[in-house]
């Protein structure tokens, strides 16, 4: 008899405090602005990358575009859990959380995303930054551009990333061609910057 009393002593008492603990972390969750989903059924993630999607977000408020491309291709092994995408129009996050951010491009300017290739590549018009896998990688490149007028729009060295991507940007509705020079080989395409036009090139095979 004595040992149940005991057991219903720290059920009267836990319980309480267990609740009152949860209520407590839920607040602190909303009144940081996050939204806490308690009938969530989705995946769950860790804490501690949860706590850094409110300061990356807080961060972009006051990106540059330049600068949330650069983040956009960390992230994708700082923490693969964020989708970024590019569009003629943003550089978009999207959490695991659910929320959505974009970052805007200039109105005069596209930024469009090319991957050389020898013998592999993929179909694609918007481009992925978290998921498209270029075959070149790490690997410099001459890149002019001209515009149909035969007036020079873009001359560097670019080199693609460990997605086997560069990024240029470029002035928007204009019809340019582009040529890349390396040891690999060279290609030359003409490629639209209007709306509606892709920002993935990767049909750009070196001969």
């Not at 989705?42 to 807080?58: F, H, S, V």
């Not at 020079?181 to 709306?195: F, H, K, Y």
């Amino acid at each position: 008899m004595k040992g149940h009393n005991g057991r219903k002593i720290v059920l009267s008492v836990g319980l309480p405090m267990a609740v009152v603990f949860l209520g407590f972390l839920v607040w602190g969750r909303i009144s940081d602005g996050e939204s806490v989903n308690i009938g969530s059924t989705g995946p769950l993630y860790d804490l501690e990358d949860q706590k850094t999607w409110p300061a990356i977000r807080n961060k972009l408020r006051t990106a540059t575009i330049e600068d949330a491309l650069a983040l956009a291709n960390r992230l994708r092994t700082d923490d693969p859990t964020i989708n970024t995408t590019l569009t003629a129009e943003h550089v978009e996050f999207s959490f695991p959380d659910g929320r959505r951010v974009g970052v805007p491009i200039g109105p005069s300017e596209m930024i469009v995303s090319i991957a050389p290739y020898r013998t592999r590549t993929h179909p694609c018009a918007i481009h992925s930054i978290s998921g498209c896998q270029g075959e070149i990688t790490n690997r410099p490149f001459e890149v002019t551009v001209y515009d149909s007028d035969g007036e020079l729009i873009f001359t560097d060295t670019v080199t693609t990333g460990d997605n086997g991507f560069f990024e240029i940007f470029l002035p928007k509705d204009r019809e340019l061609r582009v040529s890349i020079d390396s040891n690999l080989g060279r290609a030359e395409r003409v490629i639209g910057t209007s709306a509606d036009d892709p920002t993935c090139i990767t049909d750009m095979q070196l001969l």
